[in-house]
Structures are given as structure tokens and as C-alpha cells.
């Protein structure tokens, strides 16, 4: 029996002549009841408990079961004239009665705040009744434009957030948009109806389709209902059984893809999943009649290509189509969902990509803000494609159709057999893969490390502190990241091939062995200016600056754990020299003559036994010296100990001192940036760089030992015709009579161990050596 609101025979049937008997009177009047849209009211027929009308000796009797005062799901008072008739009212999705709450993203939030600023204005303005106009006009056209810059940036993380959003357009929502009239079918023919999927017959403009999609709920008692736009096999199947029918009257196909994938639980698995979807994509590729698929939300895996084999496929522009969710291929690589922004990245999975990739045809414009931002305008540009789409599609023969749906998914996918690659493409594809693959790894190893260096503080303890050979693996990884971040840092900024020429300009220079032109200094300090200054607009600009971040802890680590080793090999091999029987002896005489002789202070001492007392301090000083030249170590100078006065100079001394290093470090950097020191030092660079990577090499070695000498004496050169030099050596005098003055006026005691004064000496003034570069 066709529908019957749409057939005139069936709605005229209440006045017609028939003949009706027993049960199958009964069943056919329930069936003209249900279906008629001109006949007895509903609300006439729900005041009683039984009706029946009398004609021509035809008795006809319905017996309706008695509910509630308006009950579900006929309103107070049902509109006759609305859309579909009266018994649209029967329809499950029904528009709701309160207004979806607004729900904003973490990216939206500034634009909220503009909102809450104009809306304050307003309202200031009707308390008050002064005129605000032109603020809010402002405050509108910044909001304007600030929506405008946010949507035409959107990152791919961004993009899945908006096509998940929860008022966003339903497949329903746009049906009911865009069609004249749609009538839902039900039911997979094996006892089961899957909500989660939605099937029927519409028409656009007078042409009829099959329209096919998932449902998400528009509230939480619907996505429970819908199951969360996941279907089951009983949703496919209804699907299959949809297409079928479709291809047997000649209706073109629509089938709308809204889904995080099919429902993997247990019994949806027992009753054959993939066999429904291996089904449907079978069926799919052998049905004649034409095929267009939209996604209007999110696509995920096998859920969205059970109905989504067609002969092109559109998308919205804030929808997402992907094998696996970002957050599920974070959690698979870098066992971590915390990696889903850069994971959407990698997937490429938005409109524009895919299009990009030919995996999608076309891009339907969504408003700014979304499709839940105005979904009638959002539904017309649906309607506009599928229309344009369709008057295509009219022009092709079966044949030329499953030719057309055969081609589109061969040409995805492009490879070459036998094409050599060049080496260096080749090492930098590699390096790069590692580089992503093994990014997160090497976080949770920062980490650890971190981690173990700060129980090694908190403890003291050496053990615990990590090897150094650890830390320098540490850095390793470190630089390398760093390196490829700097690169992608340039691509973003469209610098990467001014970057490589320079490169080139530099290296050709520094191979003929003769110093760098100013010119070219110029202009790599230019280049490296621009540089420096747009860095912070790289997208990875906040990766780049944490890894270095990390870098410089881990030298600042490493340098400490040096420092600590070298200090308890010195400590250990000094203990040894002081525990030779000789030296032990002599230490221990000159401490008995010392407390024999009844003196209080180095002072007192008598001048024959303050010789002995220096001659044997000098002795001592002496095994210190060769303990430390045979570690590779040279011993500058010896602090003043248990035998002299902690030297503090006076405030004037200390002002000359920070005066002349001041003027020093001025010069300094006068003159290395001149333009002959300036390209010597990048030439030094690049040598450092070629040592670095070829290790052993002695011209490079020579190269580097020499170019340091030129260097050092340029500077050194520059110093002594400033008259700094002289500066520095009457100073210096005058430091030495201080001291001098001061070891006089000491009193302080002997000391038993040389250790007791560490950390209890002042932090001696420090000058500038001129021949230091």
C-alpha cells in the first residue's frame, strides 16, 4: 500500500463505498486512520473511548486507548497547516522546546569576552538613555573582525572541535531544511530499526531522493537515543536494504556522514559489524543510480564509508574525515591523548586537505562561527550542491556511473616505481620521520631526567646525580630537535630558501680560505635580524622555545655533574698527596714546633720558624700543583689560607676595578664588531662547525688555532692602544700593596684543616685580562 497522505485514493477512502468485515475491517480502518491526513480530527477522536460512523450498512470501529490530558505526541492544539500535515506530529524528531544552550570552545573565549563588552554597553545605554552608538558600532566591528581572523586560521584540532560541537546541525535538522516533503522509513526487514541511522524518501524541487544518514541527538536524552550517531549492523543493513530499493525505482542516492564511527561493543560485533559495512561497500560500487555523499560533521573509519562510496564527495567546510580519531592516534604513537592537536596535524584530515589529496571533491561554505551559527543558510548551501551536483550526474548512463565511482577512488593515492631519489631528500625524509616518531618518546625521557636530577639536589647525593654520558645523549637528542624545529621555524616563515642560499654564499667563502666580504656579513646579519624578529609567529614557535629551554637545563646540569666529578677526583687525589708518609711528617713537625712555642697567632711566631712554616706551606702547595697538572689541570692562583688574612678590598679599589672591567668589555665589543673581526669570528663558526663533524682533522684543527690567535691578538692589539693595558697595571699595583698592608694587619689563628674556610671567604674583585678574547 503506498503512503497514504500522499495519495489522493487513500485520502478520499472516509468517503468512498467499501465493504469491510471482521478483522480485516478493523485492520484497514486502522491503517485509513494512520494515514489519512483529510479525515476525523484527532483531537475529535481522542475526547472518547470508542467511535464509529455509520454508512450504507458499513459499520467502522476504533478503539483508542485513553491517556493523558495532551499527551505525547499530540500537542494541545495541533496545527492543521503545518508542514506535512497533522500527523508530522508522529514523527520522533519533533523541534524542541527549549532553545539548545550555548556551548563555547577554548578557542572561542576572546571572542566571548567582545560579547559580554558589547552587551554591557547596551545595556548602559538603556539604563542611563545616553547614546552609545558609536562604541558599540566599534566594539562590533572588532567583534566582526575578530571572528573573521579566527575562522580563516582554524588549526585542525580546531576544526574537529567545531564539527563535534554539540549544537551543531543534525542530518535531520538539514533534511527538514531543504526538502518539500520526506517521509522516514523504517527497519532492516530482520526485526531491528538502528535511530542511529535515518532513511527516506524526500524531494528538492520536485525530484525524489533516497536519503541516507547518521543522527547524532541535538541533548543528552537524544544522543542516548541515537546512540551517539554510532550504529549498529542494524543500522547498515536498514541502509543496504534503502540503497536496494533506491536503485530498483531509479532514486538518486544522498547520504549525509555524521559519525565517530560504528559501534564496537560486544554484541554489535557477535551480530557481523564488518560484514554489514564490507556489505554496504560492495553494494555500493555496483548500484547504477547516481551517489553523492556529504559530511556534515565528523567522518571515523569504516562507520563513515559504509555509507560514503559515491560518486563525489562533498564536505563541509569545518567538517573532519579520518581513519582514526586524533585522539586515538595520539594514544597509539605516542601513548598519550595529550598529542591530539599535533596527531589532527599529521592526519590531514580537514575538508581542505582531503581535497588536496583528492579524497574529497568539494567544499560546501559554512558561516563564520560554524553551521550551528546560522543552520538555514548552512541547509541552502547543501541544497545549491546537491542540486548542481545532481544535474550532472542526470547526464550519465549507468554504466558511465559506476565508471565515474570506479575512477574517483582509483586515482587516490599516487605512486612511482623505480624513480630514484636523491640523497639528501632521501637522509632528510629519514631524519624527519625519526624526528615525529620518536618527539613524544623523547619527553617522557626529558622528563625522567628531570625528575632524577632533582632528587639528586634535594638528596646531595652523587649517586643519585645521572652520568654524564647520559646528559650528553640528552643534549644529543636535544640539538637535533632543535635543529629540525629552526628548520620548520623557517619553512613557516618563508625563509627557508634565503636561509639555504646564504648558507651556500657563506660556505663557498669560507672554502677560498680568505676572509668574508662585509657585504655578505651585511647581509646574513640583516637576514638573521629578520629572522630572530618573526620567530615568535612560528606555529612552532612555543615547542622550539621549551626544547631550548630544556636544552639549556641540561648543559647547566651537565656542566654541575662535571664540576662535581672533577672536584671529588681533586679532593681524593689531594687527600693521597697529603697522606704520603713525607709530607704527613713534615706537617705534623712543623704543628708541634707551632704549638711548642706557645704563639696565639702567625704573628707571634718567631721569624726562623715562620720561614719553616712558608717553606713547608710552599712544599705543600707544590703536590697540590703537580696532582693538578697531572689531571690536565693548571693551577692559576692560591687562595690565602690558615696562614693569611682574608683579603677584602677597600670600597674605592672595588669601584676602580668594576670601572676598568666596564670599559674593557666596552672595548671588547667595539672591536669585535668590526667588520674584519666580525667575519673572522663567523669564519671561526664555520670551522668549529666542520670540526664538530669531522673529528681528527688536522687542517681544520690548524685552522681553528690560528684564526683564534689572530683573533685574541687583534683584540689584544686594540686594548694596549687604548691605554686600558696601563690602567690595568697600575691598578693591580695598588691592589698588590692592599694586600700586602692587609697580611700585615692579620690575626687570624691557625687552622687544623685547610677545608674549614671554604665558603667563608669574600668574592675577590676580578679584572678583565686584555688578552683575553
Known amino acids: 500500500m503506498n503512503h497514504a497522505f500522499q495519495s489522493k485514493g487513500m485520502a478520499s477512502m472516509s468517503h468512498s463505498s467499501i465493504a469491510l468485515c471482521g478483522a480485516s475491517a478493523s485492520a484497514s480502518a486502522s491503517d485509513h486512520l494512520r494515514s489519512s491526513t483529510n479525515g476525523v480530527s484527532l483531537r475529535t477522536l481522542g475526547r472518547a473511548m470508542v467511535a464509529s460512523t455509520k454508512r450504507n450498512n458499513l459499520y467502522v470501529t476504533a478503539r483508542l486507548k485513553k491517556g493523558k490530558k495532551f499527551d505525547h505526541p499530540w500537542p494541545s492544539n495541533p496545527d492543521p497547516n503545518v508542514k506535512g500535515g497533522v500527523l508530522s506530529y508522529l514523527s520522533t524528531f519533533k523541534p524542541l522546546g527549549d532553545t539548545q544552550k550555548p556551548v563555547t570552545l577554548d578557542f572561542e573565549k576572546p571572542l566571548v569576552e567582545l560579547e559580554k563588552k558589547i552587551v554591557d554597553v547596551r545595556k548602559m545605554a538603556a539604563e542611563t538613555g545616553l547614546d552609545f552608538t558609536d562604541q558599540i558600532i566599534t566594539l562590533e566591528t572588532k567583534y566582526r573582525q575578530a571572528l573573521k581572523d579566527l575562522y580563516t586560521h582554524l588549526t585542525p584540532i580546531q576544526r574537529v572541535n567545531i564539527a563535534r560541537h554539540p549544537n551543531r546541525p543534525t542530518f535531520l535538522d538539514h533534511i527538514h531544511n531543504i526538502t518539500d516533503k520526506f517521509m522516514e522509513l523504517h527497519g532492516d526487514r530482520a526485526g531491528y530499526d538502528d535511530p542511529a541511522i535515518v532513511t527516506g524518501i524526500g524531494t528538492i524541487d520536485g525530484k525524489r531522493y533516497m536519503f541516507i544518514g547518521h543522527q547524532k541527538g541535538r541533548n543528552t536524552k537524544e544522543n542516548i537515543m541515537r546512540n551517539f550517531g554510532m550504529p549498529t549492523p542494524h543500522g547498515y543493513r536498514k541502509a543496504l536494504r534503502m540503497m536496494y530499493y533506491a536503485d530498483h525505482h531509479g532514486f538518486p542516492i544522498v547520504t549525509f556522514i555524521d559519525t565517530p564511527g560504528a559501534y564496537a561493543d560486544l554484541k554489535s560485533e557477535e551480530l557481523g559489524q564488518g560484514e554489514a559495512i564490507a556489505n554496504n561497500l560492495r553494494t555500493m560500487f555496483g548500484l547504477k543510480v547516481p551517489i553523492l555523499s556529504i ?116 586515482k587516490i593515492g599516487v605512486f612511482i616505481e623505480n624513480a630514484p631519489v636523491e640523497p639528501e631528500i632521501k637522509v632528510n625524509m629519514k631524519r624527519r620521520d625519526a624526528v615525529v616518531s620518536n618527539s613524544r618518546k623523547l619527553e617522557g625521557e626529558v622528563e625522567k631526567l628531570k625528575e632524577q636530577i632533582l632528587k639528586a639536589k634535594e638528596t646531595s647525593s652523587s649517586e643519585d646525580q645521572p652520568s654524564s654520558e647520559v646528559l650528553n645523549e640528552m643534549i644529543k637528542k636535544l640539538k637535533s630537535e632543535i635543529d629540525d624545529e629552526y628548520t620548520e621555524a623557517a619553512r613557516a616563515m618563508g625563509l627557508e630558501e634565503r636561509l639555504t642560499a646564504m648558507r651556500g654564499e657563506f660556505s663557498k667563502a669560507s672554502e677560498e680560505e680568505h676572509l668574508v666580504h662585509p657585504i655578505l656579513i651585511e647581509k646574513i646579519e ?97 703536590e697540590m700543583a703537580g696532582v693538578l697538572k697531572s689531571m690536565g689541570l693548571e693551577l692559576e692562583a692560591v687562595k690565602p689560607n690558615v696562614a693569611e688574612q682574608i683579603f677584602v678590598p677597600s670600597e674605592n679599589i672595588q669601584e676602580k676595578v668594576e670601572k676598568l672591567n666596564r670599559e674593557i668589555s666596552e672595548k671588547i665589543e667595539e672591536v669585535v664588531r668590526a667588520p674584519e673581526i666580525k667575519s673572522m669570528v663567523e669564519l671561526l663558526k664555520v670551522e668549529n662547525a666542520k670540526a664538530s663533524q669531522t673529528p681528527g ?72 685580562n686584555p688578552s683575553f678574547a
Open 295 to 410: 559530511v556534515i560533521g565528523e567522518g571515523g573509519s569504516g562507520g563513515a564509508l559504509a555509507i560514503g562510496c559515491a560518486n563525489k564527495m562533498l564536505m563541509l567546510e569545518n567538517a573532519v574525515f579520518y581513519v582514526a580519531s586524533p585522539e586515538a592516534c595520539a594514544a597509539i604513537l605516542w601513548n598519550s591523548s595529550k598529542a591530539a592537536p599535533e596527531a589532527a596535524e599529521k592526519l590531514r584530515i580537514t575538508s581542505r586537505e582531503l581535497v588536496k589529496l583528492n579524497v574529497a571533491d568539494g567544499i560546501i561554505p559554512e558561516p563564520l562561527g560554524g553551521a550551528h551559527a546560522d543552520p538555514s543558510w548552512t541547509s541552502q548551501q547543501i541544497k545549491i550542491a546537491i542540486n548542481e551536483n545532481m544535474n550532472e550526474f542526470g547526464k550519465m548512463s549507468g554504466e558511465e556511473l559506476l565508471k565515474h565511482r570506479m575512477a574517483k577512488y582509483r
Open 526 to 622: 640583516k637576514l638573521k635580524e629578520e629572522f630572530n624578529t618573526r620567530l615568535s609567529e612560528a606555529p612552532n614557535y612555543e615547542s622550539l622555545k621549551s626544547k631550548l629551554d630544556m636544552l639549556r637545563d641540561f648543559s647547566r646540569a651537565k656542566a654541575a655533574s662535571e664540576a662535581a666529578s672533577v672536584k671529588n677526583e681533586i679532593n681524593k687525589r689531594f687527600q693521597e698527596a697529603v697522606d704520603r708518609p713525607e709530607v704527613r711528617e713534615k706537617v705534623e713537625a712543623i704543628k708541634a714546633e707551632v704549638a711548642s712555642s706557645g704563639a696565639s697567632s702567625f704573628e707571634e711566631l718567631s721569624d726562623e720558624l715562620k720561614e719553616k712554616v712558608l717553606k713547608t706551606k710552599g712544599e705543600v702547595e707544590a
Open 697 to 768: 682533522d688536522t687542517k681544520v684543527s690548524q685552522k681553528i688555532e690560528t684564526l683564534e690567535q689572530q683573533i685574541k691578538q687583534k683584540i689584544a692589539d686594540a686594548l694596549s692602544m687604548s691605554g686600558l693595558q696601563e690602567k690595568q697595571e697600575e691598578l693591580e699595583k695598588e691592589l698588590a700593596v692592599a694586600r700586602e698592608v692587609a697580611a700585615v694587619k692579620s690575626e687570624e689563628s691557625l687552622k687544623e684543616d685547610d677545608d674549614d674556610d671554604d665558603g667563608s671567604e669574600s668574592e675577590k674583585p676580578e679584572i678583565i
